[in-house]
């Protein structure tokens, strides 16, 4: 029998990595660096987990990490800017001293052959413009916006091509604390959701623009959260309920970047829930010309829904979370629910590789776009053995089985050119402190104490290492590994 020709990772492929700035920085107030929300919601917490004050600090130790990016194979490393690093009051005057730290890391990057990936903005807006403006609330809040990512373009377009507006601009706005809202009343939180997600449309669209004239051959595009809903039955209420919770956690958004406006259920779930948006004049103009060279794909697990009737006490649209802050039901449309099917981690992420071909396709034949894994990953609480060791297994079977299927959708035709699995090294969950660990690094601390911060090569970066060696040939763990 003739055995199935597989279709091979293109040469070229982005093996990457990915971080963001407030998890893996610290350094949160040295070299005049602002704070940003994210401190500050870390901040509430700090007495249970550790907070974004050190993270990993690759502030001080960015040398030694780049070195062991480079020992990793890495061809590509995808990271944010601190907007708070490089205008301390997000509007105001430009931080010199953070934009030579960013020049030296890109440059050492590049050095080292690896391809810089910078988002703009990973959940950390300066929180002097929540102070001024109360955040996206204000259309200030997209000037500054613009302004800042036009810096950037300056600053480091000649050495920077791939650019990533905003990071889960699709997640962030379901979580309050995020995008600081502290409205109680529900139909208000919701309408203050709805302007500030607007607002970051007409951010993204205006950075989009600015990029293509800033950047010579520059590309541009979001970090989306991918949402793969299965219906809990057959009952055709429950297969529209799961397309509903994909379509209102993850679709309007990519439908928002690539068309302009907002898709038909999307408008009128905003004018049954009385919250459309200010908009003005000249914004669709903007919104519809700015167009995106790619999608960033954050992929992690997949959800299940049933429908979920609304009733006298809970209007059409109206939403409520259960269990964890961004899984929300929503009335008239989809309840969240179990998918007993899959197992699910020991943070309750219920993984599933097939989903990520699942979303991949759909997108791919939605926008006919090029894409890029930009994270992926298993949050796991690793340990450290006596040996300096840490044999994490789990982490190189999740992996595993997602890059095979990366491989398959290649083969289905998808133009997927890289693949950055979250993260480069263990750093600051985004609200899970430091147990919570992701990397291919180990950074000896916990949530409580820095100690050493100590980076230890885990088993997965030797996996990884050969899996980039092989172009994604050589899969299984080497004996060596172990
Ligand atoms: C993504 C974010 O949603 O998930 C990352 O872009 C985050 O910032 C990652 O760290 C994993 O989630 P968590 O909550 O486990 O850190």
């Not at 070195?67 to 205008?87: C, D, N, Q, T, V």
């Not at 939403?319 to 699910?344: I, P, S, T, W």
Request: a negative charge; one cysteine or more; proline letters at 3%.
């Amino acid at each position: 029998m003739q055995q199935k020709e597989r279709k091979q990772f293109p040469n070229g492929f982005l093996w990457g990595a990915s971080s963001s700035a407030f998890q893996i920085e610290g350094g949160w107030q040295e070299g005049n660096k602002g704070m940003t929300v994210a401190d500050f919601n870390s901040f509430k917490r700090s007495d249970k987990q550790a907070d974004s004050k050190v993270a990993s600090d690759f502030y001080h130790h960015w040398e030694e990490d780049i070195e062991l990016m480079k020992e990793l194979g890495l061809k590509a490393y995808r990271f944010s800017i601190s907007w708070a690093r490089i205008i301390p009051d997000g509007d105001g005057e430009v931080n010199e001293e953070g934009l030579a730290f960013y020049h030296k890391v890109i440059n050492r990057l590049i050095e080292r052959g690896i391809t810089p990936l910078v988002t703009l903005y990973h959940f950390d807006l300066p929180y002097a413009l929540v102070e001024k403006y109360n955040g996206w609330e204000s259309r200030e809040c997209v000037d500054a916006f613009e302004r800042y990512a036009k810096i950037c373009f300056k600053e480091f377009g000649d050495k920077v091509k791939y650019w990533m507006v905003h990071n889960e601009q699709n997640l962030m706005i379901r979580v309050n604390e995020r995008m600081n809202i502290y409205e109680t009343d529900d139909y208000l939180a919701d309408k203050m959701r709805a302007q500030m997600d607007y607002h970051m449309f007409l951010a993204h669209a205006r950075a989009v623009l600015a990029c293509h004239k800033m950047v010579v051959d520059g590309k541009v595009g979001p970090a989306i959260s991918s949402t793969c809903t299965y219906p809990l039955t057959n009952k055709p209420e429950d297969v529209w309920s799961a397309k509903m919770n994909d379509w209102f956690k993850t679709n309007y958004c990519l439908d928002m970047y690539y068309h302009g406006e907002y898709p038909g259920y999307y408008m009128r779930y905003l004018k049954e829930r009385d919250i459309v948006p200010h908009m003005e004049e000249g914004d669709k103009d903007i919104l519809k010309s700015a167009k995106m060279d790619f999608i960033g794909v954050n992929y992690y697990r997949t959800l299940c829904s049933s429908y979920l009737p609304a009733d006298e006490k809970h209007p059409m649209g109206s939403r409520v979370y259960r269990g964890n802050e961004v899984d929300f039901d929503q009335y008239g449309y989809c309840r969240d629910e179990k998918n007993e099917n899959l197992q699910a981690s020991e943070y309750g992420a219920q993984i599933d590789p097939m989903g990520l071909r699942i979303v991949l396709n759909e997108y791919y034949q939605r926008y006919h776009l090029p894409m890029i894994i930009a994270e992926n990953g298993l949050g796991m609480a690793d340990t450290l053995t006596e040996d300096e060791r840490v044999h994490d297994e789990y982490r190189i079977a999740y992996l595993k089985e997602h890059i095979k299927v990366c491989q398959l959708v290649i083969e289905d035709g998808v133009e997927l050119f890289g693949y950055c699995p979250w993260s480069v090294i263990d750093l600051l969950s985004s609200h899970q402190g430091f147990k919570k660990r992701y990397g291919f690094v180990y950074v000896n601390r916990d949530d409580h104490d820095v100690k050493d911060l100590r980076r230890i090569k885990k088993d997965s970066f030797y996996w990884y290492q050969n899996v980039i060696k092989t172009n994604g040939e050589q899969l299984e763990q080497l004996e060596t590994e172990r």
